[in-house]
């Protein structure tokens, strides 16, 4: 049974930076996605950042390109989200999510890249919340 467990999050002023990650476990897939989501009160589930098991170009929203960066550890057990320079915009739930299958899409700029949709994946953790406060 995959669990995923985020932590890290809080509330920072403008500018500020968090890094937040995420525990899996009861994960045996060799091929995968794993990303990042977050969801303001209000506002729908979007896609933030999202990496492919088997390499590439990585995935991240235009709205946190060059501030953020999402990485992962050798083993694989852990997912990071490096969030510098935040916004009050960037407040919401950040979500961890998982899917056991090659999830990369031709999108918008013809790279084919991790998925950055919510129903590609099956996996989600609880969500840590995240408050820029400026």
């Known amino acids: 049974q995959v669990q995923l467990v985020e932590s890290g999050g809080g509330s920072v002023q403008a500018g500020g930076s968090l890094r937040l990650s995420c525990a899996a476990s009861?994960?045996?897939?060799?091929?995968?996605?794993m990303g990042w989501f977050r969801q303001a009160p209000g506002k729908e589930r979007e896609g933030v950042a999202a990496?492919?098991?088997?390499?590439?170009?990585?995935y991240y929203a235009d709205s946190v390109k060059g501030r953020f960066t999402i990485s992962q550890d050798g083993a694989k057990n852990t997912l990071w989200l490096q969030m510098n320079s935040l916004k009050p915009e960037d407040t919401a739930m950040y979500y961890c999510?998982?899917?056991?299958?090659?999830?990369?899409?031709?999108?918008?700029?013809?790279?084919?890249?991790?998925?950055?949709?919510?129903?590609?994946?099956?996996?989600w953790g609880q969500g840590t919340q995240v408050t820029v406060s400026s």
């Open positions: 990496i492919y098991s088997g390499g590439g170009s990585r």
């Open positions: 999510a998982a899917v056991g299958i090659d999830c990369r899409r031709r999108l918008g700029s013809g790279w084919s890249m991790p998925s950055p949709y919510q129903y590609d994946y099956n996996h």
């Open positions: 009861g994960y045996t897939y060799s091929t995968y996605c």
